[in-house]
């Protein structure tokens, strides 16, 4: 009786890979291409689709809610967005179409996002510097215009941002103030107006991602390598660290200064993964670390820590890079990891069936000199 009960659960749980192919778009650090790549989960094989030459290196990139556009920064030294067509449901035909400076900072945006709630308002922050910005889309959802420029604190170090599933707040991950931010959205032209913010003293949150019930989000620290949990107030939107709610993804045997990169919610809710890079104070070290933590899917809460794995490496070059975690859409089990170095990849990872561990599935080597791979985002 339990036998079949576990079972069933597994079964309604966790569907099989359902015999498809899924697309990812792939940007690089510093070689202008982006390529689309394609993970068939009946051969558990990885190929390059397409190879497409752009004008500028998108270290970030985004899809926009419709997933007929993606969005991303530029290596100029100016803070603006690069806007592409996705011409196919395959993401193998991108076709540039604008450029546009979003923000008065002279640096690049270190993270974008696109609301897919309306008006689908793109947002873009600054790395070791202060500047916000918000741009708006014409009606085929290409950005055509800088609409609000703002700043957060004279601290301020941004790195990631996340949107809440209503569309109706912004959260800022800052390391130099050790805050996430929050931030409400006008309905209509997707302006921001400052809520608050919540400062943990123990690390530097670096990114942010928000659970689909709305009323959780977790956050990873760089150089703490701690996935925090934030509950998201209903009526205004805040977001505050849960007391004590920090968690390393640290192994026990990891020594030195390890660099906490990415936090992100799994396909339905239920996963959340989180990947931090190499010591980058020994350059001789290649060990990152990918975790898994059980949510409740309905709420968000945080249940229970679940493994703690080795990666192939740790974000590749002198410092550690990438090491990139980007959920599947289609399966919670399943997830690929982006890495940077000499030769760049991309890798298809499966967790085990008693969620204790994670392996690697597929890889591909992206080979273009040492640009790629920083960030992907899957089509299906
Ligand atoms: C974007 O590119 C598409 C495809 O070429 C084109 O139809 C559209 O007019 C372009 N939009 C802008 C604002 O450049
Ligand atoms: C934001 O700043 C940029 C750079 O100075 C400028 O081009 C843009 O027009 C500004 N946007 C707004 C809405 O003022
Ligand atoms: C963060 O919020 C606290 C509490 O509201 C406030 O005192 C502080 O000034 C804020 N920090 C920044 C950098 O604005
Ligand atoms: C508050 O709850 C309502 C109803 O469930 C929901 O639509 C709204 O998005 C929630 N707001 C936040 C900030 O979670
Ligand atoms: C470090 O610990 C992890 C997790 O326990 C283990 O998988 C890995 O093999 C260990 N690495 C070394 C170099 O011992
Ligand atoms: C993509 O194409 C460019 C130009 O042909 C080439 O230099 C680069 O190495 C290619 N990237 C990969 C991963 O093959």
């Given at each position: 009786?339990?036998?079949?009960?576990?079972?069933?659960?597994?079964?309604?749980?966790?569907?099989a890979a359902n015999a498809a192919t899924h697309?990812?778009?792939?940007?690089?650090?510093?070689?202008?291409?982006?390529?689309?790549?394609?993970f068939d989960d009946t051969t558990n094989s990885?190929?390059?689709?397409?190879?497409?030459?752009?004008?500028?290196?998108?270290?970030?990139?985004?899809?926009?809610?419709?997933?007929?556009?993606?969005?991303?920064?530029?290596?100029?030294?100016?803070?603006?967005?690069?806007?592409?067509?996705?011409?196919?449901?395959?993401?193998?035909?991108?076709?540039?179409?604008?450029?546009?400076?979003?923000?008065?900072?002279?640096?690049?945006?270190?993270?974008?996002?696109?609301?897919?709630?309306?008006?689908?308002?793109?947002?873009?922050?600054?790395?070791?510097?202060?500047?916000?910005?918000?741009?708006?889309?014409?009606?085929?959802?290409?950005?055509?215009?800088?609409?609000?420029?703002?700043?957060?604190?004279?601290?301020?170090?941004?790195?990631?941002?996340?949107?809440?599933?209503?569309?109706?707040?912004?959260?800022?991950?800052?390391?130099?103030?050790?805050?996430?931010?929050?931030?409400?959205?006008?309905?209509?032209?997707?302006?921001?107006?400052?809520?608050?913010?919540?400062?943990?003293?123990?690390?530097?949150?670096?990114?942010?991602?928000?659970?689909?019930?709305?009323?959780?989000?977790?956050?990873?620290?760089?150089?703490?390598?701690?996935?925090?949990?934030?509950?998201?107030?209903?009526?205004?939107?805040?977001?505050?660290?849960?007391?004590?709610?920090?968690?390393?993804?640290?192994?026990?045997?990891?020594?030195?200064?390890?660099?906490?990169?990415?936090?992100?919610?799994?396909?339905?809710?239920?996963?959340?993964?989180?990947?931090?890079?190499?010591?980058?104070?020994?350059?001789?070290?290649?060990?990152?670390?990918?975790?898994?933590?059980?949510?409740?899917?309905?709420?968000?809460?945080?249940?229970?820590?679940?493994?703690?794995?080795?990666?192939?490496?740790?974000?590749?070059?002198?410092?550690?890079?990438?090491?990139?975690?980007?959920?599947s859409?289609y399966d919670?089990?399943y997830?690929?990891?982006?890495?940077?170095?000499?030769?760049?990849?991309?890798?298809m990872?499966k967790?085990?069936?008693?969620?204790?561990?994670?392996?690697?599935v597929a890889?591909?080597?992206?080979?273009?000199?040492?640009?790629?791979?920083?960030?992907?985002?899957?089509?299906?």
């Amino acid at each position: 009786m339990v036998a079949h009960k576990t079972l069933l659960g597994g079964l309604l749980l966790a569907p099989a890979a359902n015999a498809a192919t899924h697309q990812m778009i792939i940007g690089t650090f510093s070689t202008a291409f982006l390529y689309t790549v394609e993970f068939d989960d009946t051969t558990n094989s990885l190929t390059l689709l397409k190879n497409t030459t752009t004008p500028y290196a998108s270290q970030w990139i985004a899809l926009s809610g419709d997933k007929k556009n993606l969005y991303g920064n530029t290596d100029t030294s100016a803070f603006d967005l690069v806007s592409y067509t996705i011409a196919d449901d395959k993401g193998s035909e991108l076709i540039y179409n604008t450029t546009t400076v979003i923000g008065t900072c002279a640096t690049g945006a270190v993270h974008v996002e696109a609301n897919p709630v309306a008006p689908n308002a793109v947002y873009g922050v600054t790395y070791k510097d202060i500047c916000g910005g918000v741009a708006s889309v014409d009606a085929a959802g290409v950005v055509v215009e800088s609409e609000q420029n703002f700043t957060y604190s004279d601290s301020s170090s941004l790195h990631g941002i996340g949107l809440h599933p209503s569309g109706a707040y912004l959260y800022t991950a800052d390391m130099g103030e050790n805050a996430v931010w929050t931030h409400a959205l006008d309905a209509t032209t997707g302006e921001v107006t400052l809520v608050g913010n919540s400062t943990y003293s123990g690390g530097d949150p670096r990114h942010v991602n928000v659970h689909p019930s709305g009323q959780y989000a977790y956050s990873i620290t760089e150089h703490t390598s701690e996935v925090l949990v934030l509950s998201i107030d209903n009526s205004t939107g805040l977001a505050t660290l849960v007391d004590g709610a920090a968690y390393s993804i640290l192994a026990e045997n990891a020594t030195g200064s390890h660099r906490g990169e990415t936090a992100r919610v799994s396909a339905t809710g239920t996963l959340l993964y989180a990947t931090t890079r190499k010591n980058y104070s020994d350059e001789t070290s290649t060990q990152g670390f990918v975790s898994a933590f059980t949510l409740d899917g309905t709420t968000g809460e945080l249940l229970s820590q679940d493994f703690i794995v080795p990666t192939t490496t740790g974000g590749g070059s002198t410092s550690g890079a990438s090491n990139m975690v980007v959920p599947s859409l289609y399966d919670d089990d399943y997830f690929a990891i982006l890495d940077h170095g000499e030769v760049g990849f991309v890798e298809m990872w499966k967790r085990s069936e008693d969620g204790t561990s994670a392996e690697v599935v597929a890889h591909l080597d992206l080979d273009d000199g040492g640009g790629c791979c920083s960030n992907g985002v899957w089509l299906s």
